[in-house]
């Protein structure tokens, strides 16, 4: 059964978003430190202290102008690199993995994703694999050390557009490892707005095959697309995904039901959308050939 996660990037109340989910038994949040403007972390050490069950994944690469100035005083960054607000040079993925430790309240971080690498614009493919590749070496002697547990990468277009591919940050772990790497995850957007995987799942090929057949876990980010679902998925559509659900247990049965998905992140604000939402994905998936039928209708 694909679990439901918390996902953090739009919740109104970070703390009361995580305290819903947690005592409905979510197993999953996901953060960032640039969430809620750089508060979203220390928002969730008290959950995750009362919940030590629950793991919780998050990231390096995008910073807050606050975090930016410690990346400088750390010495990490100089003033140019931290103008930028990204990146994923060694020194600093370092630095902040030890800021979200503090931050989480956690020793040992379950998942550190590299934050849409893709925003390194000023690499060409070598270059960007060769700062990936530098980047999961930190990683790998952060997974020594006992300060995670393992690491991926959480992207919002790199795999759809070609920056990177499974096969190459594969590549780039066991380079960095020297051997038997700890790449573990990968997140990216599966929705009724981002079918494309989904469509050449059904086909045997793409990033969600690869990464599955590796053994990743697969995580889908923003299963209603930021809520634009919400308004988007009217009676019509729901029913013919499955009659009797509401367009938003329509959108997640679709992104749960995608093979080798593993779970499903939400933004879920309130007890009330947290249950809902725990209903829809709990639901008997839809199957290949319902799937395919979904993209045969948005297509038309």
Known sequence: MTILGLGTYRCRDVGQ???AAAAHGTPWIDTAPVYGAGAAQPALAGTLAAYPAIGVSTKV???TGRQADAA????????????????????YVAVQIEANRAEL????????????????SHYDPRRLHEAITAAFAVCEQAVEEGRITGYGVSTWAGLADGAFTVPGLLEAASAAAGGEHHL??????VSLVHLGAVQEAL???GPLVQAGGAGLRIWASSPLHGAELVSLVGAELAHAIRPGLDPVQAALLVTSSVPAVHGVLLSASTAG??????????LPPLNGDELARVCELLRA
Do not use: F, K
Not at 105 to 116: A, E, F, I, S, T
Not at 273 to 282: D, P, T
């Open 184 to 189: 573990t995850a990968i997140q990216l957007p």
């Open 273 to 282: 959308h947290w249950l809902q939402a725990q209903e829809a994905v709990q």
């Open 203 to 205: 086909h045997g090929r």
């Open 61 to 63: 690469g995008y910073m």
């Open 17 to 19: 978003a995580a305290e």
């Open 72 to 91: 400088v005083r750390a010495g990490c960054l100089d003033v140019a690199d931290a103008g930028h607000r990204y990146s994923i040079a060694p020194d």
């Open 105 to 120: 309240g956690r020793r040992r971080l379950d998942v550190l994703y590299l934050h849409n690498p893709e925003s390194c």
